[in-house]
């Protein structure tokens, strides 16, 4: 190795040029693009002078694999305009890549590309320089060292599989106002750093993207874009502090809105948290955004530090916004910690709640998603011993859902020649207090006008159904003396799913002429009163296949 001494103003500087990290680096041309390498964590050495050629760039943070790496370099701020080795790893492809302008270099927007990059600056400083004060220039007399170069060996990419008991899709909302300020922000990515690391993410485990919030919501990163720890630590890191105001409602709503769809990597039948960091209090309202996140299936987590002191409380322009942000009040959404800088302390607790999977309800599946009416035949013919069976198949079906406020909701109606609503959706919030209401439910006696009971039913007990799939049981023992075609189309046409369930004497056509398509999987019959509740596993079976069904259609 050559040695140089200078003399630079009194100073003697001694510059070893192969110490610099750069001779195990990979030189590249400007134009070299992510997909030309051929390892997966690899330095190239990029050449001065780039800026002035002509270098294609596709996105921002992740970089599409068609794009220039040291363009990208450049646009990232890890190259300056002398050129010099930076490090690039390569990633899995993404749907969406943005645009934007940084550094002197303007990066384009792409839909879709097979593989990315990320980049980071080479770790070894360029040049290793030792100082001594001098009176003297000497001359350069070392003798040259010898010294074998090795090639930089593959670095293999280990794929990490996460933690498999908590396989969540998370979106992480970190405070990024002026509120909080830099040192607090630095302090709260130590945090998510934590927190990240805690969750064990990977591929078979849970998946987390991140959204700022500040005067407009950005979002960082999305589910998809780091599956592996050491990768979403590095992104995590990298968070620069944005500013402005502490608009926490509008960073809900953006993520509730636009954050959990397949493209950013949204898993289907995988639960869904938000989890929204906050300093002191919010500057917006929460509660329309958390409204429409509840009803969206997201579990909304608050994490609130230096709540307000008692003096400030006149500046909260709503003191219940916890109560209101979250998926339900009931103190496991909530957390509060004293301070910013003992937050890492309790990403054990918080990961621990939020990999609770039976607690997370609101989460939408078909167990908690799903407004069931049932339509009981009152009629004559029936009688009160069958009745009762009826009732104990009816809850046997409700008992195998997740009522509550937030869950599967159920209500009743029951006709002969009449109707009666026995009970609504929303009547009762509690799977307890609903089944109570159904197995009280009195016998009516009379005839049977299953026509009329449907339109009633689609009037009186879904007319103001929330958000959810709509199913209608209908449960006769015998012919209709009205028509039942037309009302049970106008139903379906709705959005309502009937299941015709019939008894002894009830007609085939008729049966199959209410329910909805596929027939067969819609229509049920038995001879005898004794055999409804073999069916209560296979209508349980059906609706969790018709809600999953639909889930795959709607957005």
Known sequence: MSHFYVLLTGFLVFISPLESGSSDADPVACETRGSDLELDDVVVLCPAGCRRTRMSVFGTGLYAAVSSVCGAALHRGALGPSGGPVRVLKQRGQHSYSSSFANGIQSLSLSHWTSSFSLSKNMNP?????????????????????????????????????????????????????????????????????????????????????????????????????????????????????????????????????????????????????????????????????????????????????????????????????KKAVCKDNGFFSYSVPSWFSTTKHARSLVQRLCSLDSLLCSKTCYNSVNIGFLIDGSSSVGLDNFRMVLDFLAGIAQSFDISDVGAHVGAVQFTYDQRLEFGLFDYSTKEDTMKALRGISYMSGGTATGSAISYATQNLFRNARRGHDFLVVVTDGQSYDDITGPAMAAQRQGITIFSVGVAWAPQDDLRAMSSEPKDRHTLFSREFTGLLDFIPLMVRSICQDFMESSEIRP
Request: positive net charge; aromatic residues 6%; contains cysteine.
């Open 126 to 322: 360029p040049l290793e320089f030792t100082a001594e004060t001098r009176t003297t220039a000497l001359a350069a007399d070392a003798p040259p060292a010898k010294k074998t170069l090795k090639k930089p060996s593959p670095v293999k990419k280990v794929q990490t599989g996460g933690n498999k008991d908590c396989q969540l899709d998370i979106a992480v909302v970190m405070d990024s106002s002026r509120n909080i300020g830099q040192r607090r922000f630095n302090l709260q990515k130590n945090f998510v750093a934590k927190l990240a690391a805690t969750l064990r993410v990977g591929a078979s485990g849970p998946h987390v993207g991140l959204v700022q919030a500040s005067d407009s919501p950005k979002t960082e990163f999305v589910l998809s874009s780091y599956t592996q720890p050491k990768e979403l630590l590095f992104a995590i890191k990298e968070l620069t502090f944005l500013g402005g105001d502490t608009n926490t409602g509008k960073a809900i709503l953006h993520t509730a809105e636009t954050f959990f769809t397949q493209d950013n990597g949204m898993r289907r039948g995988h639960p869904r948290v938000m989890v929204v960091l906050i300093d002191g209090w919010p500057s917006d309202d929460v509660e329309q955004a958390a409204i429409l996140a509840r009803e969206s299936g997201i579990n909304v987590f608050l994490v609130s530090v230096a709540k307000p002191a008692a003096e400030e409380l006149s500046m909260v322009a709503d003191r219940d916004f916890m």
